[in-house]
């Protein structure tokens, strides 16, 4: 299990290093897929190891077990929605669908039992219930897409930056705000808020600047190659 926890941490650490990098750089260049294909592995590494931690070992797994099913479909979501491959198939839309749904259901149930128990369980029903409005929002508009046409251009980037970034927010917080395991200057306070807000603030800038300026602006290689 301490091997589990390392990898996890591991995972974290790579996961937002590169989320950052990927996010600095011009979109669709060459450091940014690469960066991209770096966050998707070690987010993925992240989230199914803290979730079997946090199974196993019973640490909050109201919330982890929920955040981190969450981040594992965001950052799969994220991926198919800009790369054209044999992966990215019908039933896997509908799979991830379905499972983006569950988890919303299931973090709003959690919620409702996390307040009915009162006490400092409560606090988690909050959490608990942006990350089933998030997963709720997320099955509905798959839902949107399956019954419609494929995303194209600005939608499609859109869709792919704000899961991405949602998903770094998510483990921000876990690398913030959880257990002190992270170097003391990551401790400081100011460090903490920021880096949990530089996702979130990343992602208005991008979707503004997709929304105002297109997506000639901002991508310069074909939708297709992009991570």
């Given amino acids: 299990m301490r091997l589990m926890l390392l990898v996890h941490i591991l995972g974290g650490a790579l996961g937002l290093g590169s989320g950052y990098v990927a996010l600095a750089v011009t979109k669709g260049a060459t450091l940014h897929r690469k960066a991209g294909i770096l966050f998707v592995c070690a987010m993925l590494v992240m989230s199914i190891s803290g979730m079997l931690i946090s199974a196993i070992q019973g640490v909050a797994p109201a919330i982890n077990v929920p955040s981190a099913l969450l981040t594992f479909y965001l950052v799969i979501t994220s991926l198919t929605t800009v790369r054209s491959t044999p992966f990215a198939s019908r039933r896997l839309d509908v799979a991830t669908m379905a499972m983006a749904l569950a988890i919303g259901v299931g973090c709003f149930a ?116 992009a991570v």
């Fill in 110 to 225: 959690l919620a409702v039992i996390a307040i009915a128990n009162g006490g400092r369980e409560a606090g988690v029903a909050y959490p608990l219930f942006l990350f089933g409005g998030v997963a709720l929002m997320a099955s509905a508009a798959d839902r949107r897409i399956l019954r419609g046409e494929p995303l194209r251009g600005g939608p499609r980037l859109a869709r792919h930056l704000w899961r991405m970034c949602f998903a770094m927010f998510i483990a921000s917080i876990a690398f913030y705000l959880g257990p002190d395991r992270v170097p003391e200057p990551f401790r400081n306070p100011a460090v903490r808020a920021a880096g949990v807000l530089v996702p979130i603030a990343a992602m208005s800038y991008w979707l503004w600047r997709l929304r105002v300026r297109g997506t000639g602006r901002i991508v310069h290689v074909s939708v297709p190659d």
